[in-house]
Nanobody, 114 residues
Framework: QVQLVESGGGLVQPGGSLTLSCAAS????????MGWYRQAPGKERELVAD???????GYVDSVKGRFTISRDNAKNTVNLQMSGLKPEDTAVYYC????????WGKGTLVTDYS
């Protein structure tokens, strides 16, 4: 089964930028939609962005215009470019496939501090 490894998190000041990467151990070409989730302290995990195999993207309102999701089917990677970061973006970020949840990776922590 495909394993997912997230990376790229860190500490960032408000307004800063980060790019998260998700590497899959197998092919993601057959997975129609891949997404990035986040789980903030004390909150449920939420899907914040997704991208179809053909490149169609969707975002939750709170990140629209600030986050950009992309995927490279040849490299089996899914990236999340984040800019204009806010304290409320602080969370552990995970990638997965919304329609056929794979085993969750460890995630990568993004901390926005002022």
């Amino acid at each position: 089964q495909v394993q997912l490894v997230e990376s790229g998190g860190g500490l960032v000041q408000p307004g800063g930028s980060l790019t998260l990467s998700c590497a899959a151990s197998g092919s993601i070409f057959g997975i129609n939609v891949m997404g990035w989730y986040r789980q903030a302290p004390g909150k449920e995990r939420e899907l914040v962005a997704d991208v179809s195999r053909g490149g169609i993207t969707g975002y939750v309102d709170s990140v629209k215009g600030r986050f950009t999701i992309s995927r490279d089917n040849a490299k089996n990677t899914v990236n999340l470019q984040m800019s204009g970061l806010k304290p409320e973006d602080t969370a552990v970020y995970y990638c997965n496939a919304p329609s056929r949840l794979l085993p969750w990776g460890k995630g990568t922590l993004v901390t926005d501090y002022s």
